[in-house]
């Protein structure tokens, strides 16, 4: 089963970027579908991006539709999150996840292995 740690995480100011990676060990990421979800503090998880295997179909909620971008370096054997024209309402703690089911990406029910989450904090 491959195991997911997130990084990037960190503070920045509204319109700011940030960065985050989803690496996989044990398994090649291209063969897994990978999902991004976040929780902010008093609200459930909820599905931010996503990307299928093989030729790496993207779907993305419509809050971050044309500021993020989930793509995969299969070299790297990771997974990014590229987070552009930030708001304090995208601050949250950040999870990825990897499942082998390309259908239904934004349910966190498809997905067999989670990472420990890394926090993303916008301020105005």
């Known amino acids: 089963q491959v195991q997911v740690v997130e990084f990037g995480g960190g503070s920045v100011q509204a319109g700011g970027s940030l960065r985050l990676s989803c690496a996989a060990s044990?398994?090649?990421?291209?063969?897994?579908?990978v999902g991004w979800f976040r929780q902010a503090p008093g609200k459930e998880r909820e599905f931010v991006a996503a990307i299928s295997r093989g030729f790496g179909r993207t779907v993305y909620t419509n809050s971050v539709k044309g500021r993020f971008t989930i793509s995969k370096d299969h070299a790297l054997n990771t997974v990014y999150l590229q987070m552009n024209s930030l708001r304090p309402e995208d601050t949250a703690v950040y999870f990825c996840?990897?499942?082998?089911?390309?259908?239904?990406?934004?349910?966190?029910?498809?997905?067999?292995?989670w990472g420990q989450g890394t926090q993303v904090t916008v301020s105005s």
């Open positions: 044990g398994r090649t990421i291209t063969n897994y579908a």
């Open positions: 996840a990897a499942g082998t089911v390309d259908s239904g990406l934004e349910f966190p029910s498809i997905y067999d292995s």
